[in-house]
Every structure is written in C-alpha cells, then in structure tokens.
C-alpha cells in the first residue's frame, strides 16, 4: 500500500534522533529538553491521591472544571485578565497538540502563517498539514530579535496568523513590552490571529516580565495562548497543557479537540487543581532554573564554545567556531559518540538548513549531569 504523504519533507524529530543516539552511546543527554531530577513529591502523592479516590473516569470534554477555574484564578493573579472558565480555557493533551488544534481550527487551505526561525520543529508541519503555507522570517542572529519591519512586509491578504514563541525554544530569547507595541501596531484593524506558544512561561530569568498575550485584552481577542504543565511542573511526560482563547475562538478549537483527544488523563488533572493554590511551586520555578543557566554559562566559558545569553527556557545555544567549521548536525552526532555529550544543532529549526554553527544545550539537569557534562566538553 502506498500513502501519497501529506507531509512529505518530514522526517523523524531531532529530539527522538539524539535521545537515541544519546542512548546507544550513552551520552550524557542535554540535547531534548527534560529535567533529569525528580518533580515534586507533594505532586505526585496528589495524583495517587486522585487515583485512590477514584477521579478515574472521563472528565469533561474542555477538562475538568475546577482545574479551569484554578487556572482562571492563576492568569487573574499573574497578569490581571478576568476570564471564563468555562467558555475561554481548554485543557489539553500538552502544549503541542495545544498549538496543532488553535491553527487547525483557524487554517484554510491557501492562508499563511508567519513563523520566526529558528522555529519549534512541530510548527511548520503543523501549518502545511492543514493546506497553508509557513511564511518564515528569520530572528536577527545573534541577540534572536524579532525583525518587525520583515513582519510588515511580508504580511498581506492571506497572512492568518502570527505564530510566537516567548521564552524561546531553541534560543532562549523573550519577547519586550517594546514587541508587544510592534505586534500590536501590526495586528489592529487586521484579521490576523495570534497562536502564541508561552510553554516557558515560568522559565525567565532575571526577573524579567513575562510578556504573556494574556496580559493584553486588546490582543487576546485576536489569540490561542498555549501552555504546558509538564515545563511548569518538571513533569514533561504528563503531556498536558492549556490552550486559552476567547470563547468564539474556544468554540472552533473544541470542535478539533473533540473528535481528537477528546479529553485529557483525569488523575492529574484533579491533582493539578490542588497544586495550582501553591504559588511558590510556579514563582520559585525561574530563580531554580536561572541558577542552573548560570552555572552552566560559567562552566562551559572552560570549554572553547562560546555561549550566547538565555533569557529563558530550558536553553541555552553556544558557538563553536573556535572548535571546527563542520555542519553543526555532523559535530552534535560526533559529540555524542565521540565525547559522550548530546546536544541539538540548532539549523534543524530553519526550513533551509541555516547553519549559523550553533549548538542548543539543555541545562535543566541535576549539578553531577552539568559538571561531567562540561568535564567531557573540555576535551575538544
Ligand atoms: N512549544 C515549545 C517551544 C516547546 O519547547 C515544547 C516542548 N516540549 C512544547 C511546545 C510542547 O510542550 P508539551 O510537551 O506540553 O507538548
Ligand atoms: N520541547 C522539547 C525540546 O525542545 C522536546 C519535546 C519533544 O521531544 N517533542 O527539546
């Protein structure tokens, strides 16, 4: 049999390619973005807890009614926007299938997308499965700044949306009040919708404002804000997030969801509902992580890459021009097998391969991972 493939440049993931190379080498893995030390146990206890109380069944199409109501009450908190638990906020199964759902509720065939590069690998895909084009500008190497006079001249009848990523994955840059009035200035009196992918929410550091589209009403109107519990909560296997979205934009992205996941695993969504009173658990989670990216910038200023600043995320990208001029893909595949450490080449987030001879490192690791990490680095 032959499938006539709707998706005929993909390939398998970088992130699945280098953990199993990790694997087979036994490299020390800062290539996928994952936490290598254990969540919290008070977490994990409550979703025994939901399990033993037998929150084992399906929950509502949208999720479950008070973690919506928990999460209204966290984005009043944290950024002063009221609203509805019930027409505005869907739980999902992460945040990717978050992203995939908003644009495929949005996409006809024929419409555009603009996307920033280097870009999160499920983008792009996400937007020719549903028929539209990926229209991509690159972010100004090296500081990854928005180039917003790119975004005014490549927008035109058929842009439908703006696809943003603050914190950044795979460089770690955020995303300034002074973006917001650009993105703004853009989008007024338009049609354009905004999928705004704010998975690294939690994860920015020195004490910068996140600058999350839920803190603007006149941009949220217009907006698929897409979160995940799994970076929040250390917990990336949970696969579980949010989408919020006003409830005309909420009534579409349902009609996706349901006949897709439908809902989401019970259990951890009813220990969720306790966990988001703790604010320290999400507050504390940036100067935890920040610790972590200063460490590791401090490490490797020992090894001859020469790192860029994070911002945010569980990122951070490093150069490595005084090491050698192969593709940045052959030196992160010799990494692994010869040195022992995995990382990813950051031209994968490019449609064209764009090799700027940078490699993403993942910091988000136990102090022994990061030192015998840097220890290996040293050698070359
Ligand atoms: N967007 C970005 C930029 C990410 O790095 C990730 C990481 N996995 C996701 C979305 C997806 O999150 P989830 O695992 O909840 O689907
Ligand atoms: N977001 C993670 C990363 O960028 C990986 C997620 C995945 O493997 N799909 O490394």
Redo the contacts with the bound molecule.
């Keep these: 049999m032959h499938i006539q493939s709707k998706l005929p440049k993909v390939v398998t993931t970088i992130f699945t390619v280098m953990s199993r190379l990790a694997t087979e080498h036994n490299a020390i893995n800062l290539g996928q973005?994952f936490p290598d030390f254990p969540m919290s146990e008070e977490l994990v206890a409550l979703v025994n807890e939901a399990m033993k109380n037998n929150f084992n069944q399906y929950p509502p199409m949208p999720g479950w009614m008070p973690l919506r109501e928990a999460i209204a009450e966290k984005i009043e908190f944290l950024y002063k926007t009221k609203l509805n638990p019930d027409t505005d906020i869907t739980i999902t199964p992460?945040?990717?299938?978050a992203?995939y759902s908003s644009l495929t509720a949005i996409l006809q065939p024929g419409d555009e997308v603009i996307v920033f590069e280097p870009a999160?690998d499920s983008y792009i895909p996400n937007v020719e499965i549903n028929g539209a084009k990926a229209v991509t500008i690159n972010l100004i190497y090296p500081g990854y700044k928005i180039d917003w006079a790119a975004v005014r001249s490549a927008i035109n009848p058929k842009t439908k949306a703006i696809l943003l990523?603050s914190p950044h994955?795979p460089t770690g840059s955020v995303i300034s009040a002074e973006d917001i009035e650009q993105l703004r200035s853009i989008v007024n009196g338009s049609n354009i919708f905004i999928v705004s992918?704010e998975?690294y929410e939690h994860l920015i550091f020195n004490e910068i404002p996140h600058q999350s589209i839920l803190r603007y009403p006149d941009l949220l109107k217009r907006s698929f804000v897409c979160f995940?519990f799994?970076?929040t909560y250390n917990c990336?296997g949970w696969?579980l997030?949010y989408c919020v979205a006003p409830a005309e934009l909420t009534k579409e992205f349902r009609k996706v969801h349901q006949f897709n996941a439908f809902s989401c695993f019970t259990p951890t969504q009813v220990a969720l509902t306790a966990f988001l009173k703790n604010r320290d658990a999400y507050i504390g989670l940036a100067p935890f992580m920040q610790e972590k990216k200063d460490y590791f910038k401090q490490l490797m200023g020992q090894t001859k890459f020469t790192m860029h600043e994070s911002y945010g995320s569980y990122f951070i990208c490093g150069s490595y021009e005084r090491i050698s001029d192969e593709p940045d893909r052959d030196l992160a595949i010799r990494l692994t097998k010869e040195v022992g450490v995995a990382t990813i080449p950051v031209s994968v987030f490019y449609h064209n391969g764009k090799d700027d001879k940078v490699l993403r490192f993942c910091f988000s690791k136990k102090k022994e991972t990061l030192d015998a990490a840097v220890e290996r680095l040293m050698k070359i």
């Design positions: 973005g992460g945040g990717t299938y992203i999160y990523n994955n992918d998975v995940s799994g970076k990336t696969k997030g």
